[in-house]
């Protein structure tokens, strides 16, 4: 069992920045793939970011070069660094972690932080 805590979210204007964190349970240094991911109202859940223990990153197209995901493995928590916010980067967003535990692919959601963006 994985527990993941968001913190950071919050309400920013257009063109801001905000960092959002994902604290967990276990060494993220074992858990295969950490992701954050996004759901707006009336729509539904998606990929923002992702990043394996073996460094690898992937991105949204909507958010490449905006958004930045990155890991404190001391710290066990993963991070996304969000620039040149928009009121369509409005939505709650998502801690997810998967492990591949030898018999299939195990899959842990954190609570949900709310990123507000307008003016």
């Known amino acids: 069992q994985v527990q993941l805590v968001e913190s950071g979210g919050g309400l920013v204007q257009p063109g801001g920045s905000l960092r959002l964190s994902c604290a967990a349970s276990?060494?993220?240094?074992?858990?295969?793939?950490m992701g954050w991911y996004r759901q707006a109202p009336g729509k539904e859940r998606e990929l923002v970011a992702s990043t394996t223990n073996v460094g690898t990153t992937n991105y949204a197209d909507s958010v490449k070069g905006r958004f930045t995901i990155s890991r404190d493995n001391a710290k066990n928590t993963v991070y996304l660094q969000m620039s040149s916010l928009s009121p369509e980067d409005t939505a709650v967003y998502y801690c997810?972690?998967?492990?591949?535990?030898?018999?299939?692919?195990?899959?842990?959601w954190g609570q949900g932080t709310q990123v507000t963006i307008s003016s």
């Open positions: 997810n972690a998967k492990l591949w535990r030898g018999s299939g692919w195990f899959a842990y």
């Open positions: 276990a060494i993220i240094s074992n858990i295969n793939v």
